[in-house]
């Protein structure tokens, strides 16, 4: 009798033990998983194409108060915000972070550049063209553009020649839209003051 006891008493401690051990594993705090890191692939020729355009609209606006010339200037604004307006988003090859982040930029991008066809003066629109850039700039990082190289310059002396101002370009040559070429002090020959900061080349990536 005293051995069945002393079984059924082994079996419940056993039962015990096990019980907890099943509750320590239960109560185990999980791993968290790492951050994924943002992907996104290489984009297509019809996002690329429309991007290139949108660029070129860009590079006109910068030429156009190269030469102090508002008309000119609102026009490539205007077709650049249009531009901005149909880019195909959905063409973009990243996950849907990058998306959003994208759809977001386009938005600030056309919001600037239909500013700058309101705006008066060309100071004015010089100075909307520096949002404008900043947008720009940071929209074609984040879609990782690769159709061209493209060079971000700076001008340490754009606004009151003491506040600086950005523009982007398509090539390394020093060519100042905030200055331009009919300066009332400087005429031209301010129109190679600046320099290049950086440069975006997703193309050999």
């Given at each position: 009798m005293k051995k069945v006891v002393l079984l059924i008493i082994v079996v419940i401690l056993a039962g015990l033990v096990a019980w907890k051990l099943m509750s320590k594993k239960e109560e185990a705090p999980k791993m968290a998983e790492p951050d994924q890191a943002l992907k996104i692939g290489r984009n297509t020729s019809v996002f690329n194409t429309a991007f290139a355009g949108l660029m070129s609209d860009y590079y006109a606006l910068k030429d156009a108060l190269v030469e102090w010339d508002t008309v000119k200037a609102d026009q490539a604004a205007f077709a650049l915000a249009r531009k901005v307006d149909s880019l195909p988003v959905d063409q973009i090859k990243g996950d849907s972070n990058i998306v959003l982040t994208a759809k977001s930029l386009v938005a600030s991008v056309g919001s600037e550049a239909k500013g700058i066809v309101g705006e008066g003066s060309i100071e004015q629109k010089r100075r909307g063209f520096n949002m404008l850039t900043d947008e720009?700039?940071?929209?074609?990082?984040?879609?990782?553009y690769d159709g061209e190289k493209v060079y971000h310059d700076r001008c340490p002396m754009a606004f009151n020649e003491t506040d600086e101002g950005f523009w982007l370009s398509n090539s390394p040559k020093i060519v100042n839209p905030y200055l331009g070429n009919k300066h009332?002090?400087?005429?031209?020959?301010?129109?190679?003051?600046g320099e290049i900061v950086d440069s975006v080349d997703f193309g050999k990536k």
């Open positions: 720009l700039y940071n929209l074609l990082r984040a879609v990782r009332p002090t400087y005429k031209s020959k301010m129109l190679g003051c």
